[in-house]
């Protein structure tokens, strides 16, 4: 007898699960519709960034991300065809999720097949708001907000989360042929992009490297702290779980720190059960 397909909700259920996120032991902690909302947002955000990690070649990707375009706009004019937007769509409304956010999604990913080199800060710092302060911004709408300052503080929690995952990946991003650390301070640390790109042996670590990796860390751990220090009062015992997020995540740059920053051979990664009892402990002390 053949399976049942699933309902959207499991779709998007099944679909956090998998990933093995950060993102996904905060969502335990949130009441069953704010879980929702965000579960099938999160599962939005795997979708599209699943295209440009997973389709090598460039064209099809173009071609599947402006599949999702469409479908954005036929979500929002009430005509949802795939399960993620058929989850989502009912509790766009009540927690302030627009087309525009998802757009800005689809619009960073997209930058991903046609840039793999910035500039300097700035422009990354652009890309970082397209794909995690917007994505920080509709979590603390669907967290709870009462405060404009809390849409400040989602974008810088965004930027640092996002600063750290850039760290994390140094040598994945080269596997793929991307530099995510602005070439002015590869320029500014006497790191040549082809020292990255080739990775070794010995890996391509050197003095040099680790000066240019500990900026980067401490750029990240910086903009952490200005982060939490934007959050109101006021919605603090509501964004518990973007302050979550943000524990696991200086966990995570931390433990990069203290290994040294060997991220050009290797992927550091925290086990679930860690992410578990570092949700768990914030929720319990609220910081």
Known sequence: MAESPLTPQQYVQDKAARSGSSFYY?????PPPRRAAITAFYAFCREVDDVVDEVSDAGVAATKLAWWRGEVARAYAGQPSHPVMQALMPLAPQFDIRAEHLLA???GCETDLTQTRF???PALERYCHLVAGVV???AAN????????TTAYAHRLGLAMQLTNIIRDVGDDARRGRIYLPLSELQRFDVKAH????RGPPWGYSERFDALMRFQAERARATFEAALALLPEADRAAQKPGLMMANIYRTLLQEIEGQGFRVLHQRTSLTPLRKLWIATRTHLRGR
């Open 105 to 107: 999604v689809v619009e």
């Open 195 to 198: 020292e990255l790109l080739r």
């Open 142 to 149: 669907i967290f709870g907000r009462s405060a404009e300052a």
């Open 26 to 30: 905060a969502f335990l902690f949130l």
């Open 136 to 138: 920080g911004e509709v």
């Open 119 to 121: 500039l300097d800060f």
